[in-house]
């Protein structure tokens, strides 16, 4: 599904309008996508009191029709015109016709009849300005969103048409007055503001109505949302005549002495998305411990520079032995010393050398301490292997690309893209709604914020799915994107059994082949 920016849906709409599509017809599709959308979320609406908010432009005019449907379901609604002309309006007319009664904000002295409908409504709908939004919001519209704020019942919905208005339809920027909505229903396609903090955080539920456009005026996308429809589509085939050769083979290079539990999530997450073997090479001090705990996994123990810390030496070992491995999948939990430092180096340079047969066509994965080393070393994008996934979470790719992670928080669309142009591989900078960004400009958008999964481990389990996918045959590009899915459908179904509260990472372990069956149905 195509995320677009405010000025791409404005030509689209152009478009539709040039192919003889009237904005009326969009209109009437919207907002009865809009009422369909609050029936479908809400039940029956019957009795209920409704009070629309409406603006200028399409956006109030989609919150009209979406008030003529309601009306003629049996709700109670209620009409708060702001700055918009009644004169020639076809839906306002309509409205009229029902006896849906209504307000004009400019005739509201001290907003005293806002402040009375506000606190008897059961639904407030935000269709006040949807993408033609400019911050900041002041003068009477500031107003009236602060009295819907300060009156409104604490039980009362909140219903924004395509976006709530104050949120920046591009960067999810917010103004202070936004209200936030229970319920966005996105008219057409989503924006990206919506995925992207703070405003992902005043969305709630995110709903995505067709309103008819044809598919000749899509054009093409350089922004998309992973879908479960995308994922089905590039999962790995599971034939009947196989073996576990068939299902690639992951090399995991992970671990220390003070992060024993890394390599362990990285490793069963490989083998839970369905790799065929995974080998894990760690240091010859933890090598005892995490065997007696991985019964399925093989092991390559490395010499320590100091116990339970690799260093140059162990690269040199490592690099023997990777021939035949379909993935490597460097980092969880390796530590951050200067040795580990070494041994990354060293590695790299060992796989960039003519001389390293053993490594062409093998991909990548370099998560957590294996990008923490990276960004230590002069010119590391010169080391990066030609196929990879950087999998950073803010920090990370912060110290990468020599920025503050507050300027990677602000715009983490631009980031991950810079990141991926920079790298020259795919970047999954994760958080919530974490992007996918490739190297020539495509992104994706995960459409889920979990705060279950804000718990250590995740990201390591993370790792070993997206290696997993890899090993299984997918592109970087399309692992980085079923791995992200998966993982976070497998963090929706833990939160529904268990809370947001209390999911530990190995939880999703057990889960992750769920989560694949329920995309493949």
Request: net charge negative; hydrophobic share 50%.
């Given at each position: 599904m195509r995320i677009v920016t405010a000025e791409e849906m404005r030509q689209i709409d152009r478009e539709a309008a040039a192919r003889g599509l009237p904005t009326a017809f969009l209109m009437a599709n919207a907002g009865r996508a809009v009422a369909e959308a609050m029936r479908d979320r809400y039940?029956?609406?019957?009795?209920?009191?409704?009070?629309?908010?409406?603006?200028?432009?399409?956006?109030?005019?989609?919150?009209?029709?979406?008030?003529?449907?309601?009306?003629?379901?049996?709700?109670?609604?209620?009409?708060?015109?702001?700055?918009?002309?009644a004169e020639g309006d076809a839906n306002f007319q309509a409205a009229r016709e029902r006896g849906i009664s209504f307000v004009s904000a400019a005739e509201d002295e001290g907003l005293a009849r806002l402040r009375d409908q506000a606190g008897r409504a059961r639904i407030v709908v935000d269709a006040?300005?949807?993408?033609?939004?400019?911050?900041?919001?002041?003068?009477?519209?500031?107003?009236?969103?602060?009295?819907?704020?300060?009156t409104r019942a604490v039980d009362t919905t909140v219903v924004a048409v395509d976006l709530p208005t104050g949120l920046d339809a591009d960067t999810g920027a917010l103004d202070a007055v936004t209200l936030p909505a229970d319920l966005t229903v996105t008219l057409g396609y989503p924006k990206p503001g919506l995925f992207l903090l703070p405003g992902a955080a005043h969305v709630g539920k995110l709903a995505v109505a067709d309103i008819g456009l044809p598919p000749e005026v899509e054009g093409q996308s350089s922004l998309e949302m992973i879908t479960p429809a995308l994922v089905k589509m590039h999962l790995p085939a599971r034939p009947a005549i196989s073996h576990k050769g068939t299902f690639g083979k992951v090399l995991v290079v992970a671990g220390s002495y003070n992060y024993?539990?890394?390599?362990?999530?990285a490793c069963v997450g490989a083998g839970r998305v369905g790799a065929g073997l995974v080998t894990l090479a760690c240091a010859n001090q933890?090598?005892?411990?995490?065997?007696?705990?991985?019964?399925?996994?093989?092991?390559?123990p490395l010499p320590d520079v100091v116990p339970g810390l690799l260093g140059s030496e162990a690269a040199g070992v490592l690099a023997r032995f990777v021939a035949g491995y379909n993935v490597i999948l460097l980092g969880p939990g390796i530590g951050h010393t200067p040795g580990t430092v070494s041994f990354v180096e060293r590695l790299l340079r060992q796989a960039k050398s003519r001389r390293a047969k053993d490594f062409v066509g093998i991909p990548w994965l370099i998560d957590a301490d294996g990008l923490n080393a990276l960004a230590q070393i002069k010119r590391w994008p010169d080391l990066?292997?030609?196929q990879a996934v950087f999998t950073p979470h803010p920090t990370e790719l912060a110290r990468l690309l020599c920025a503050g992670v507050d300027q990677v928080q602000a715009d983490r669309l631009g980031a991950a893209r810079r990141g991926a142009q920079q790298s020259r591989q795919v970047v999954v900078l994760k958080g919530a709604n974490t992007i996918v960004a490739a190297p020539d400009g495509q992104a994706f958008i995960n459409p889920s914020?979990?705060?279950?999964?804000?718990?250590?481990?995740?990201?390591?389990?993370?790792?070993g799915a997206i290696a997993g996918f890899m090993a299984q045959g997918l592109e970087p590009k399309w692992?980085?994107?079923?791995?992200?899915?998966?993982?976070?459908?497998?963090?929706?179904?833990?939160?529904?059994?268990?809370?947001?509260?209390?999911?530990?990472?190995?939880?999703?372990?057990?889960?992750l082949p769920e989560a694949i069956n329920m995309v493949k149905r």
């Open positions: 039940g029956d609406l019957a009795g209920k009191d409704v009070l629309i908010l409406v603006g200028p432009g399409n956006n109030g005019g989609d919150g009209l029709v979406a008030a003529n449907h309601l009306r003629d379901w049996g709700a109670g609604v209620t009409l708060y015109i702001w700055n918009r002309a006040l300005l949807g993408t033609g939004k400019a911050r900041p919001i002041e003068g009477l519209l500031k107003q009236v969103l602060e009295t819907i704020a300060q024993i539990g890394a390599p362990f999530l933890i090598y005892p411990i995490l065997a007696s705990k991985l019964v399925e996994t093989t092991f390559l990066t292997p030609p914020a979990n705060p279950a999964l804000a718990t250590a481990g995740t990201g390591d389990v993370l790792a692992a980085a994107v079923a791995g992200v899915f998966i993982h976070s459908l497998a963090g929706e179904i833990l939160r529904e059994e268990i809370g947001e509260a209390g999911v530990l990472a190995g939880d999703l372990l057990d889960i």
